[in-house]
């Protein structure tokens, strides 16, 4: 008897396949009075800058505390410039990229984060002073950051493209100001 109940109920499951199952899904799939929705309406208007598989980060303290991490700036160019307190040809160079960071922070959203490596807090604070440097002066100490793009030498910049590549290093003497300039607008602007 109770394989007869099963055959009795086993003849329904097409019916209930029809009436629960594929009618419902045939008003779902087509409605003619529906707007199809086209690749456009579905963008974001505001799309978010490029990460590269390539992109490099970094996070380090200024000279308050505030933590600064590399990846903040994507979407921008930035200029990372590694120098020390008692190297004389970054005493040179600091000017300069200062001069070209009020340049293009507002018409290229030029970003310059100056690292100090082996020098003390209150040597980089007396740097920055004495140079007027406005951009944010991070410490780099024990050259963790510094090692990751150079073996040795400063000054050093490194240039990172808006998708957060590097694009350009270099630490083999001071750079004029104008030689600065022509990289920044060859390899990131």
């Known amino acids: 008897m109770n394989n007869g109940k099963q055959d009795q109920l086993l003849k329904y499951i097409p019916l209930f396949l029809l009436i629960f199952i594929l009618i419902p899904g045939c008003f779902l799939a087509s409605n003619p009075d529906q707007p199809i929705p086209t690749p456009e309406s579905s963008v974001d208007p505001s799309p978010t800058p490029y990460v590269s598989p390539n992109a490099i980060d970094f ?35 600091m000017p300069r990229i200062q001069n070209l960071y009020n340049k293009y922070k507002e018409s290229q959203n030029l970003v310059v984060l100056g690292v100090g490596v082996s020098s003390s807090i209150a040597q980089l604070r007396e740097f920055q002073s004495q140079y007027g440097l406005t951009f944010p002066i991070l410490d780099d100490f024990s050259r963790n950051v510094y090692h990751r793009f150079f073996s040795m030498g400063i000054p050093a910049i490194v240039l990172i493209n808006k998708s957060g590549e590097v694009a350009y290093s270099y630490n083999q003497s001071e750079l004029s100001e104008t030689d600065i300039e022509n990289l920044l607008n060859s390899y990131i602007f």
């Open 59 to 93: 996070t380090l303290f200024d000279l308050d505390g505030n933590v600064y991490s590399l990846n903040e700036y994507r979407g921008k160019p930035v200029l990372v410039a590694f120098f020390g307190y008692l190297c004389p040809h970054c005493r040179n160079e």
